[in-house]
């Protein structure tokens, strides 16, 4: 089959592999977030925002400006000479719940759009109604004690595949500058991290982890005090109990991933951080980014009394991988998938290392079309056996390149709008993810009007 002459957006890269696990799924505070935005669901593109203030605005009394506190504000966060990071705290967000962002003036201007759309669900409060029935809540789930998992949500009616379960709003949302990681090469020497993958030598005698502890604790205790219900992140579990600050601790513990205005941050949203882990869950955090509201969706029909679970890591590894991953939590998984008989755990394991395999396959140039057919059917059986459904969108984006580069815009165009179906279920519908697969689904359209021309 001829190339088509029109190219797609979408690339692929050595990258892309590497984030084979971190795509279309629930990105934690810990995670390592995919470098691919295209990629991700929680990608937003920037906004801008003509309110820029920051500690030194001569005037806080700008009409409609959401922020209820003057920034706190400090250079000593950013590896760009000047770059200020700064608290910024709406204490009347959420109906007086409140918000902290962690940010630079630039990205704080550009929500506050962002901010004044989430009132729209205000009304809902308990989030997920649709308008004709706000009079007559019907909350499907509840938060209650579990045993030996500490607070959990479980379902109170059934809840069908695809369903908005809940909608929450964030406490906090803090770039990742504030959160510099230690490694040390190969002599021993530590160093510090910055989230765009710079290097800096530690002191000698002198601990990056400490000192990162010692410079964020006044800004997480402004961030904190000037939300309006503290307990709302107080009562969420932690897992470095004395070693930092208790607002860290809970970010680092219970945050999500994300990118707002082109910065990658975590966002801590109490309510969906009560549902508890499991490897197989039944239920997918979705991130909207003109309202910042994250979002609870079925995977699957869920019956009453069951609980309602997420994925603290990337859907699709392996046992020993996820039990890994886990470690960042200080617990042992014990959901179905990982308690399942040695045989079923096995079986599941070897078909999620085919994956892989198929995966690397497919996108060689060498592979000649009738296999990628045979590879594609075994792929989607695979994945479906696994329950991957959260990831599926990413999975057929890809088929869509494949099949268009083979010369098949009619396989391209399928697979391309089932990619859009899913990722409009479980992504951000503006987001980056849905934006070039509408993208690309026009090019492929095209090539298909213009074949059709010329034939007819």
């Known amino acids: 089959m001829a190339k088509p002459a029109h190219r797609l957006a979408f ?61 706190l504000c400090s250079t000593s966060f950013s590896d760009i000479p000047g770059e200020k990071f700064c608290v910024f705290s709406s204490a009347s967000y959420n109906l007086g719940a409140g918000v902290s962002f962690l940010t630079t003036p630039e990205t704080a201007a550009g929500l506050v759009v962002a901010i004044d759309r989430a009132a729209d669900h205000w009304l809902e409060r308990r989030h997920f109604k649709p308008q004709e029935e706000f009079q007559h809540p019907d909350l499907p ?73 010692v410079k964020g604790r006044k800004y997480y205790q402004r961030a904190l005090e000037q939300m309006g219900d503290r307990q709302r992140v107080l009562n969420l579990a932690r897992s470095r109990k004395g070693e930092m600050h208790v ?39 979705r991130f909207t980014s003109n309202d910042l509201v994250m979002s609870a969706v079925a995977t699957r029909d869920i019956m009453p009394g069951e609980e309602i679970t997420i994925s603290y890591i990337p859907l699709g590894m392996p046992t020993s991988y996820r039990a890994k991953s886990l470690g960042n939590w200080h617990f042992n998984c014990t959901c179905a998938l990982c308690t399942a008989p040695a045989e079923a755990r096995e079986a599941s394991d070897s078909r999620r290392e085919r994956l892989m395999e198929l995966f690397y396959a497919m996108q060689d140039s060498e592979t000649q079309y009738d296999a990628l057919v045979d590879w594609t059917r075994e792929f989607i059986e695979l994945a479906q ?29 399928k697979y391309g709008e089932a990619a859009l179906y899913f990722a409009e279920i479980f992504s951000d519908t503006e987001g980056g993810f849905c934006t070039s697969l509408r993208e690309d689904l ?11 021309a010329k034939s007819g």
């Open 442 to 452: 026009q090019v492929v359209e095209k090539v298909l009007a213009e074949s059709k």
């Open 11 to 71: 690339k692929f890269s050595p990258i892309l592999w590497s984030c084979f696990f971190l795509t279309i799924n629930h990105v934690s505070a810990l995670q390592t977030t995919c470098p691919n935005p295209l990629l991700s669901p929680l990608y937003a593109a920037p906004k801008q925002s003509p309110l820029l203030v920051d500690d030194e605005s001569d005037s806080f009394d700008i009409p409609n400006l959401p922020w209820t506190h003057q920034p």
């Open 385 to 413: 056996v696994e329950r991957l459904i959260t990831k599926i969108g990413e999975y057929y984006q890809v088929f869509m390149k494949l099949y268009y580069d083979k010369g098949d815009p009619e396989s391209a165009k």
């Open 141 to 213: 789930y509840a938060i209650i004690s579990i045993p030996g998992k500490g607070k959990g949500v479980i379902a109170t009616r059934k809840i069908s595949r695809f369903e908005t379960i809940m909608r929450a709003f964030p406490a906090v949302i803090a770039d990742n500058a504030f959160f510099p990681r230690e490694e040390e090469d190969e002599a021993g020497v530590k160093f510090k991290v910055t989230e765009g993958g710079t290097r800096k030598a530690t002191p000698a005698g002198e601990s990056v982890r400490a000192r990162g502890f």
């Open 247 to 285: 607002l860290e601790d809970v970010i680092r513990t219970n945050a999500f991933g994300m990118t707002v205005n082109g910065r990658d941050c975590k966002g801590l949203y109490p309510e969906i951080a009560r549902m508890n882990h499991a490897c197989d869950p039944n239920a997918f955090p």
